[in-house]
């Protein structure tokens, strides 16, 4: 008699029921949660109070703005939150036990990535409807954007992500994590045209700024929000899509590469 085969889940299905894990413990964290999801909104409520003003015709400083806060807002849910919580996770052993489980090494990573396409989708539906509702941010209506936003926001979220998962190996320990990640994704802020009209920065901030991805999905959020004419203001007098494609996929891959040849499951000290 032929006993009956045995079912192995795959790496795919294990990463899906990971990420379900992963969404309640990040919904569970009330304080990240709320701080993820409410400073780029509160942003959005201090500069759109302050600056009303028009930055070119028909284009307000707070439609701008708004572009650039969901890119914002796809690297806090990505690179921000993951370099902090992965850093704590090593700290406290949860990597290490996950690691102890026959659990394949892919379905943890995947878990990540779902629970970051689920957040940065959340932050953003909120930001378009806070921006849309109380600030005038006109929505598109052509279907061909809706695509662009879909390919610019899953680039960059994916981009973020291995970068987050390369970046938790930095911080010596849980305590430090938030010093040593908050910063660095403030001052890409300030140098990638999200607090400041790009092409109004220094020309060495410009050069900088450029290198990193955080610049080229804000740009790409801003040729899906703003009008066509728009482009005329930014450098180069385009939206670049082609080089934003370019850059946010080189970064994957660079984050990829980095996550596979840095990311530790203990430790250092751990041996």
């Not at 650039?68 to 796809?74: C, E, L, P, Y």
């Not at 989708?121 to 936003?149: C, K, M, N």
């Not at 899953?154 to 970068?163: D, E, F, K, R, S």
Request: glycine share 10%; net charge neutral.
């Amino acid at each position: 008699m032929t006993s009956p085969a045995i079912h192995t889940p795959s790496a795919l299905g294990l990463g899906v029921a990971r990420a379900q894990i992963e969404l309640k413990q990040f919904f569970r964290e009330r304080s990240s949660v709320i701080f993820n999801f409410s400073f780029p909104v509160i942003m959005l409520f201090i500069f759109g109070s302050v600056f009303d003003g028009d930055i070119a015709p028909g284009v307000s400083f707070t439609q701008y703005f708004t572009a650039g806060m969901i890119a914002s807002g796809v690297f806090m849910s990505s690179f921000q939150e993951l370099a902090i919580t992965i850093a704590i996770e090593r700290e406290d052993g949860t990597l290490k036990r996950l690691r102890g489980n026959p659990m394949p090494p892919a379905a943890y990573f995947l878990g990540k990535i779902g629970m970051v396409l689920v957040a940065s989708v959340a932050q953003a539906a909120i930001l378009l409807g806070v921006g849309a509702a109380l600030f005038g941010l006109d929505l598109p209506s052509e279907p061909e954007l809706w695509l662009r936003f879909a390919w610019i926001f899953l680039l960059g979220t994916v981009a973020g992500t291995v970068l987050g998962i390369a970046y938790s190996s930095l911080p010596r320990s849980a305590k430090s994590a938030g010093a040593v990640v908050s910063p660095v994704l403030i001052v890409l802020m300030f140098i990638s045209g999200v607090y400041f009209v790009y092409s109004e920065l220094p020309s060495w901030m410009q050069t900088v700024g450029a290198l990193f991805p955080l610049k080229w999905l804000a740009g790409g959020m801003r040729s899906i929000f703003l009008p066509e004419s728009f482009a005329a203001e930014e450098v180069g007098d385009s939206w670049q899509l082609p080089e934003t494609a370019l850059v946010l996929g080189l970064w994957a891959v660079v984050g990829l590469v980095l996550c596979l040849r840095t990311f530790r499951w203990m430790r250092r000290d751990a041996g």
